[in-house]
């Protein structure tokens, strides 16, 4: 079976369902409430638990009742949490996320402090039994050091190239896969426009780039040539976690030896049918619901 490696952040997300997202300040109600689990590398770790594959999720936690859910819902959804830390008297991390009846959102994430930078501790983990190993770009030292020991083992890596404060270039250089949001290509690269900002990420790294762009597809550079697909069209619910679906997804198909254009299809329809549904994880589809969806296209 094929074997995958999330290295990240686990969060606990708290939507709140809005007719229209604010513009001001002010007081507003929400129509619904969701608690549910949430980051980038955790939400890419469920996906590819649902698609079949076997995943461990490598993060951080604290040891409140929030980690303990984390935890406890990533396993119920079939990922391996052995190698998930937990820090005594530290506090997990959380988002706020606001939704409107589009599906757009505003995410207000809080990176927890007391959740230990340092990455020493994965040295322990023998990163050689991997057919893959996909990072986000939350936790730096983490993917670092996740990259550089996937790269002396010979196993293939996916950098989830989001937004993040802190300069994800050495990063997108270890990686063989860079998949970026395109918030995350223009803040890397300095250039909003997807082309050029994606021509200047290949100039960082020996590895593929690619960019997701919600409704306008996926676009990607092979040598010095622009492809492009374009995204399904589904009755869109909430499109929280369909990046770091589509990344997920994106691992295993790679990991699974699938041609470049062909894996950029099957994320793209996994991510699609995850936004038919409330909430990061929920709509996320299985392996027969996915083939079931993509016979459709073909």
Wanted: glycine letters at 10%; charged letters at 20%; hydrophobic letters at 40%.
């Amino acid at each position: 079976m094929t074997r995958i490696a999330c290295v990240g952040i686990a969060v606990q997300d708290r939507i709140y369902s809005l007719a229209s997202l604010p513009t001001e300040g002010g007081k507003y109600q929400a129509n619904e409430y969701l608690e549910t689990g949430g980051g980038p590398a955790a939400t890419a770790a469920v996906a590819i638990a649902r698609l079949g594959a076997e995943v461990d999720f490598i993060g951080r936690v604290g040891d409140d009742s929030c980690g303990q859910t984390l935890r406890l819902e990533l396993a119920q959804w079939g990922v391996n949490t052995r190698y998930c830390r937990v820090f005594p008297g530290a506090r997990s991390s959380q988002s706020a996320i606001l939704v409107d009846q589009q599906g757009e959102r505003i995410i207000v994430n809080y990176p927890s402090p007391d959740l230990p930078q340092n990455a020493d501790w994965l040295e322990d983990i023998d990163f050689s039994c991997y057919d893959m190993v996909l990072a986000d770009v939350r936790w730096h030292d983490g993917t670092a050091r996740a990259f550089t020991l996937a790269r002396k083992a010979s196993v293939p890596t996916l950098l989830d190239a989001d937004v993040t404060p802190q300069d994800m270039t050495p990063l997108v250089a270890l990686a063989d896969y860079a998949v970026f949001s395109t918030p995350g290509l223009a803040r890397m690269s300095g250039n909003k426009e997807p082309r050029p900002g994606l021509a200047r990420a290949a100039q960082q790294t020996d590895g593929t780039v690619c960019v997701t762009q919600g409704q306008e597809g996926t676009l990607w550079l092979n040598g010095d040539h622009f492809c492009h697909l374009p995204s399904f069209s589904v009755n869109v619910v909430d499109t929280t976690g369909a990046g770091d679906v589509f990344h997920g997804a994106m691992a295993l198909a790679l990991a699974e030896k699938m041609p470049l254009e062909q894996a950029v299809r099957f994320s793209s329809a996994v991510a699609a049918l995850k936004c038919t549904q409330p909430g990061g994880r929920a709509g996320i589809p299985n392996r027969d619901q996915t083939e079931s969806f993509l016979s459709l296209y073909r």
